[in-house]
């Protein structure tokens, strides 16, 4: 018999979990991109007011609970009732799982720009399928196979974390480098000219009015969301009320700094209005047009010949692909597998099949994984050969993604207070004392999050973009409504049989 005890998630490891499954170098890119230089303020409005709290209320929670392996519905749940918990949770899952069904697509782009310099996946074909069609059959394999090795233990997650988060870091830091090396050629000139202007006001025509500005707030939050699925591993981890919260503070300190950073990078090699205005530049496909772009000014800024300039530029492309393809893999790794543990080891027993919540030989919801698994490709295939229908189907699935992800966070924020009130929980790390703190923190770090979701709804309505705005407002809600139908069916089921 073997009683050999599984491998702990030591400090350095949980860092880079966090990071990996957070912190996305294309994010600051993004940021530059929608924002120019104004992004970077609210990027650190986000970190004060959003990630440095919740972070630490996330610490607490995690700290309070760790003997609990239901995560974010086990917080939920043990400072409010069960019922909030299964909605909260629901709503976060659901979020996640149409996340998981959107990476696959961005994973292939980056994997055909690693390959190829450039995105080539629509001209993919292979026998009578269309490109289309073969890049679903391509993502259903990609979800397949990281599944498949997800479910052999939470040491292969770790393992693939700590390539993924390592890399992260090295490509961040790789084009700061490449920019300040522009900086110096340069004689510090910026592309994009540092101006008190340029930090207030967006150069993006989409970001001009004060409504489309402040919806801006839920791109920096989802900049830094996905920090709560860490609470998934935190029954593996090696002392965590001590480990969990000493983790998420240098996670969110290693990604905010790197994130203003690399924002102030791209305008050194970028002028906004000649590289990112041009017409073929979208959010899709702007990572690596930016990517490209410092590779060919940093060839003419060595002097390099033409061909060289141009060679150097697909290089740092395929780099970035690269960075993507890792970054992908890493976080697919964890999201396939902490969302739907955390749902399924904190509900009770009851309001879920049998079969469904068993644990593998590995300690993992192998079964359940395999479910999302194979929804994830029903809908994917759905998307790759439906049409314009499904084209269609699939908007209306990211628009609901949108807020999806953040609301959960209004519940997670929302009952800190009454989970401070509970008196019979040890709690090895405290972050706020005092009721008055405790509710001026949780009504500040609420009302941020309220404030961006609301605004993300309203900002295409003002554009006469109603089908838009209605599907990214009905998205949290139809997921709790699901969600609410569902418990109430299985409490009054269990009535019944009582």
Not at 180 to 198: D, K
Not at 421 to 444: E, H, L, N, Q, S
Not at 458 to 485: N, Q, R
């Amino acid at each position: 018999m073997d009683n050999k005890q599984p491998k702990k998630i030591t400090l350095g490891t949980l860092i880079l979990m966090i990071f990996s499954s957070i912190f996305g170098f294309s994010n600051s890119l993004t940021a530059y991109y929608q924002m120019g230089y104004a992004s970077i303020i609210w990027y650190v409005i986000a970190a004060i007011l959003f990630f440095l709290p919740s972070a630490l209320i996330f610490a607490e929670y995690g700290a309070s609970f760790k003997g609990v392996k239901g995560g974010i519905f086990s917080w939920l749940e043990e400072s409010s009732n069960e019922k909030v918990a299964f909605v909260g949770t629901f709503i976060w899952l659901a979020a996640w799982v149409v996340w998981l069904v959107s990476s696959t697509q961005f994973f292939l782009v980056a994997l055909s720009t690693l390959i190829s310099g450039k995105d080539m996946t629509q001209t993919w074909h292979l026998g009578f399928l269309s490109s289309t069609q073969l890049l679903g059959v391509l993502e259903v394999a990609f979800m397949i196979i990281v599944t498949f090795f997800a479910a052999k233990g939470i040491d292969k997650i770790t393992a693939v974390d700590k390539v993924g988060g390592a890399f992260a870091i090295l490509i961040a830091l790789g084009f700061m480098l490449a920019s300040m090396l522009v900086f110096a050629f340069s004689h510090g000139h910026f592309a994009e000219p540092v101006t008190a202007m340029n930090f207030t006001k967006s150069p993006n025509p989409a970001f001009q009015t004060p409504v489309a500005v402040l919806s801006f707030i839920v791109y920096a939050l989802f900049a830094y969301g996905g920090l709560e699925t860490s609470a998934g591993v935190i029954d593996s981890v090696d002392k965590p009320e001590k480990t969990f919260p000493k983790a998420m503070m240098g996670a969110m300190a290693l990604m905010t700094g790197l994130y203003v950073i690399n924002i102030l990078m791209c305008g050194i090699s970028t002028n906004w209005a000649a590289v990112l205005g041009a017409k073929n530049v979208n959010i899709a496909n702007m990572e690596y047009v930016l990517v490209n772009n410092l590779g060919i000014v940093m060839g003419h800024s060595m002097g390099l010949s033409q061909s060289a300039t141009l060679t150097l530029g697909t290089i740092f492309s395929r780099l970035a692909g690269l960075a993507d393809v890792l970054s992908g893999i890493s976080a697919a790794f964890l999201m396939v597998y902490s969302p739907i543990k955390s749902f399924i080891e904190g509900c009770d027993a009851r309001l879920l099949p049998k079969k469904l919540v068993k644990l593998n030989k590995h300690n993992m919801p192998e079964r359940a994984m395999w479910t999302q698994a194979a929804l994830i490709s029903v809908i994917i295939l759905f998307i790759s050969f439906g049409g314009n229908a499904a084209g269609q189907f699939y908007t209306i699935l990211m628009d609901m993604m949108n807020v999806s992800s953040t609301v959960p966070y209004l519940f997670l924020i929302g009952v800190f207070p009454f989970f401070k009130m509970k008196k019979d929980i040890d709690r090895p790390f405290v972050f706020i004392k005092g009721k008055g703190k405790v509710w001026a923190v949780t009504i500040v770090v609420w009302l941020v999050v309220a404030m961006g979701i609301i605004f993300t709804c309203i900002e295409p309505l003002l554009e006469g973009d109603y089908m838009t705005s209605f599907w990214t407002a009905i998205g949290p809600v139809a997921f709790g409504v699901v969600a609410y139908i569902y418990y109430t069916y299985r409490e009054h089921h269990d009535t019944k049989t009582a």
